[in-house]
Structure formats: C-alpha cells, structure tokens
C-alpha cells in the first residue's frame, strides 16, 4: 500500500467581504471552494461545503465588519464544519482580528474579549490564525497555536514614497504615544527602502475611560511646521482621532496633512468628519469592504490581497512569513 504525499490547498470564504477572497484565490491561480449558507427563522447561521475537504489545507477567509458577532460565528461554524469533514489543517485567516481592542482590563469588571475570541478559534477546530496589523502584539500570545501576523506597512508606506513628492523634510506621526513604534518602523522603511530619512512625532492624546471610542487631543510633540505629514494608524473607527489629530497638526504650521490606515471600518460619523477634516488624502487597505457611499475623492483603498496570497502560499508550500515582509511584521 502506498499512501498518497500530495497536499491540496483549498480557499474559502465567509459572507463578510467575498470579493478579497476572490482576489485573494486569483492570485494563486484558484477558485473559491463551494460553500452554502442560510439563516434559520430565529437568526442562527447554518453553513455546509459542497465538495470534500477531506485531507485538505483549508484556508477560511473572513474579514469581520458589521455585523461582527454575526461574521465571527459564522467563521467559527465554517471552521468546525471542516474539522468534523476531516480537513487535515485548518488556518483561520481574520484580517482584521475581532475585538483586538478589548485586550486587557482597563477597568474593574471588564471582559478581555480578545482572548475570548483567541480560545473560539482553538475550541472551533483552527490550527493556525492569520491576520493583519494587530491593535497589540501581545494578542498572538493568546493563542497556542500558530499565528502569523502580517503588516500593510509596506504597501501603504511604498504607495507614499511612490506618489508623494517626499523628501528629508516629511514627518510620520503618531496619533498617539503608544504608536511611536509604529510611526518608527515607517521611518526605518522609507529609509532603507527608497533613502528617505524622515522624522517622528506623536500627539497627546487622552481616552475617556468611561465612554468607549471617544478621546481628547491635544499637543504636538515634535517639529512638523512647515512640513509635510502622514498621520498612520492600525484602524479608523469613527475617525475622531485621525481627524483631530489633522487639525492638531495643522494648528500646530504642518504643511499638508496625509493619513493611512490598514482598517477602514468607518462607522457612524467617520465619513461627515473625514470630509471636514484638513486631509489631503487618507489611504487605507481593503481588509475591509468599502461601500461605495463611503468611497470619498480623497480616500485611496490599496489591495491587500496579494499579500495575503503569498502568505497563504508560503504557509502551505512550509516557507517562512517574517521573510516575506523583511521582518517587518513583528509588532
């Protein structure tokens, strides 16, 4: 008897954002595996594959955007339905990690959600987790099972030094002070990538612990008169801080605001504040879906599909993540 050494990859999706994975499959030369999804009459999800995956390398993609406990439950349901039809690996591609921003306890009484999350993916059947700019480092360690972390800074701080007349004079900034390091890492990028040593700065900025998502700005920290700015964060939610940091750096003499984003989740009032805000261009990635309501003249959406493809094909060809992003990826 001789048992078969092939391997077969397979790609699925999730109802959330189809058409990332489209490209995503595209890109390798596939198709989408057929998957059917229905609602029953009191709103629970039922998902079942059409073809076998039986000793498959199955890779569940699923972008989570509104509504996100609907789109988590329904990739926790695709991954358990491919354990029990006997996938031989199962990777949960997430790339935007739900509830990455409840990951600790700032106040008595409150759940870490994050890592809640971390323990569905495990107990639904996933044995591996892949996703995109993680609000913190510190989630991978929620898991026991691989993780790889991918980074868009490469694709967004490349489209800048490619469309915008940089040079030594350009700030990054941090909204806030915990993303220094980020803002950091672009500086190091556009230096050994396209000779461009730019400066850092970061903004003050103070969070209402007793209301979610509202937060205070208020001085520059740094020289940015005269100068041109990139303002660069990990999401943008409803867009409070992008925009107030905008105005902090213009009232501050910044010459020309620019912005960019790996998630645009854009809710509620991000988009009435991004068209009244002095931003010349915001430029984010299609981790999630943009509506076409919300496709502004100033807003540039990047693909970051290729990438995720060549990570798929790295981790199913057993090659090296860090590698493919210069070690950029590690947070």
Known sequence: MELPTHKRLMIFSGDAHPELAQEVAAHLGMKLGEV???????SETYARFGESVRGCDAFVIQSMCDPVDHHVMQQMIMIQALKLASAKRITAVAPLYPYSRQDRKARGREPITARLIADFYEVAGADRVMSVDLH????????????????????????????????????????????????????????????????????HKQRRRDQPNVSRTGAVVGDVAGKVCVLVDDMIDTAGTITDGAKALKEAGAGAVYAAATHAILSGPAIDRIKNAPIEELVVTNTLPVPSEKKLDNLTVLSIAPMIAETIRAVFEEGSVSELFHGENQP
Request: hydrophobic share 45%; glycine share 10%; proline share 4%.
């Open 36 to 42: 059917t999804f229905a609602t029953f009459a009191n």
């Open 136 to 203: 913190t480092g510190q989630i991978q360690g929620f898991f026991n099972v691989p993780f790889d972390h991918l980074t868009a800074l490469p694709l967004l701080a490349d489209y800048f030094a490619e469309h915008l007349d940089l040079d030594d004079d350009y700030v990054i900034v941090s909204p806030d002070s915990g993303g220094v390091r980020l803002a950091d890492k672009w500086v190091e990028h556009l230096d050994q990538f396209h000779g461009l040593g730019g400066q850092v700065a970061f903004l």
